[in-house]
Nanobody, 121 residues
Framework: QVQLVESGGELVQPGGSLRLSCEASGSIDTIYSMGWYRQAPEKSRELVAS???????NYANSVAGRFTISRDNAKNTVYLQMNSLKPEDTAVYYC???????????????WGQGTQVTVSS
């Protein structure tokens, strides 16, 4: 069993900052890519940022220069630092990780339960 637990979402004013965290736990052998997605009301889920095992990061154009993704492999945790937040960043944010468990050779995608980020004055 593998679980991803996000935290850090809350109500913040435009221009403010938040830091999201996602910790993986369970029978984990290796975590490959880690990423953050978001889904706003009545919109499809979209990739916000991703980071490889080596630390190479990619960002959606809408957040590049404002958001920073990072990972702590010792803690099985991925972070999303969000600065200069805008109302259009309002969404449920989900972490997603490619994980090989210690009881299987297969690499599977795992999702967290989501954390709500609301940007409003």
């Amino acid at each position: 069993q593998v679980q991803l637990v996000e935290s850090g979402g809350e109500l913040v004013q435009p221009g403010g900052s938040l830091r999201l965290s996602c910790e993986a736990s369970g029978s984990i052998d290796t975590i490959y890519s880690m990423g953050w997605y978001r889904q706003a009301p009545e919109k499809s889920r979209e990739l916000v940022a991703s980071i490889s095992m080596s630390g190479s990061a990619n960002y959606a154009n809408s957040v590049a220069g404002r958001f920073t993704i990072s990972r702590d492999n010792a803690k099985n945790t991925v972070y999303l630092q969000m600065n200069s937040l805008k109302p259009e960043d309002t969404a449920v944010y989900y972490c997603n990780e490619e994980i090989r468990t210690d009881y299987s050779d297969f690499i599977r995608n795992y999702w967290g339960q989501g954390t709500q980020v609301t940007v409003s004055s």
